[in-house]
């Protein structure tokens, strides 16, 4: 057995989005710019409401997706094109913009915890003006799986037998919510070329030898597994973990594509109205 190390840690950033929403982020800073095929994470955690209540208002995304997991509250999505997404308390969207969305994510609850993650996941060359596509689960479709001290929520790709309920062909996402009691054991084969990283949101970990506190991200080096102790208190972290895509990421703000010249244009299309192209369809229950 191969662990994989600790590569690097990734320091969170404080960072204000849509109309005033307070995010961690952690992938998409200076310290990380992006993590193939990974483009950004961020963390929301806060029972203040002047923290979440103005939410995300309409804007647009192009070349990418988004995978929203919701820990703590209830989020609305709305897009121009009259799909509604309810996402509460353990529920999962995967939102393909591709070619083009123009959505909103809007808290409904007006107190209250609102806590969760939003990875935004590349899309290969030849996806980035595919029609958009969405997935959405609540909590009690996602399946779970208990060991000994773990109780490991699968989210995407597969874990002991089981599969998750998204599925991201492009790159093979996989995304587990990992629970462990004080001092147990979690190890998952994960050989190369996956790009792997954990994220700590409760408790602490052991991560190949090295200590993990609460709120860091640590990004894995090559290996064959990740080797992961709980500490004396327990801990909760997600483990992610896609095939990374080598191509060019030329990102400015909503946009993700693989040239300036494809931002530019758009940039053009969204001035001029022509952002949405395509009817995005929904799967999930």
């Not at 327990?234 to 909503?254: H, N, S, T």
Request: charged share 20%; glycine share 10%.
């Amino acid at each position: 057995m191969n662990v994989r190390p600790i590569r690097q840690f990734a320091p969170a950033f404080e960072v204000t989005e849509g109309a005033g929403v307070t995010v961690h982020r952690s992938i998409g800073t200076p310290a990380l710019r992006n993590l193939d095929p990974f483009l950004m994470l961020d963390h929301f955690s806060s029972a203040n409401p002047g923290e979440y209540i103005a939410g995300f208002p309409d804007h647009p995304h192009r070349g990418f997706i988004t995978f929203t997991y919701m820990l703590d509250g209830h989020m609305e999505h709305r897009d121009s094109m009259g799909n509604r997404g309810d996402l509460k308390a353990g529920g999962v969207q995967w939102m393909k913009a591709a070619s083009g969305v123009i959505h909103s994510e809007m808290p409904q609850q007006t107190n209250g915890l609102m806590r969760g993650f939003q990875l935004w996941i590349n899309l290969p060359a030849r996806e980035k003006m595919s029609a958009p596509a969405y997935q959405e689960f609540s909590a009690g479709a996602i399946p779970e799986v208990v060991l000994d001290g773990a109780r490991v929520r699968v989210l995407a790709g597969e874990f002991n037998g089981r599969h998750g309920v998204i599925d991201d062909p492009a790159t093979d996402v996989r995304y587990l919510d990992v629970t462990l009691a004080a001092d147990a054991h979690f190890n998952l084969p994960l050989g190369d070329p996956y790009t792997a990283f954990v994220h700590v949101f409760e408790g602490s970990v052991h991560l190949a030898d090295e200590s993990l506190p609460v709120q860091t991200l640590a990004v894995l080096g090559p290996g064959d597994t990740v080797a992961i102790r709980a500490g004396a208190d327990g801990a909760r972290f997600i483990l992610v973990a896609g095939r990374p895509l080598g191509e060019p990421i030329v990102q400015i703000g909503p946009f993700v594509m693989n040239t300036r010249a494809e931002i530019e244009q758009a940039f053009a299309d969204y001035q001029a109205g022509r952002l949405v192209q395509t009817r995005a369809t929904m799967t999930g229950h």
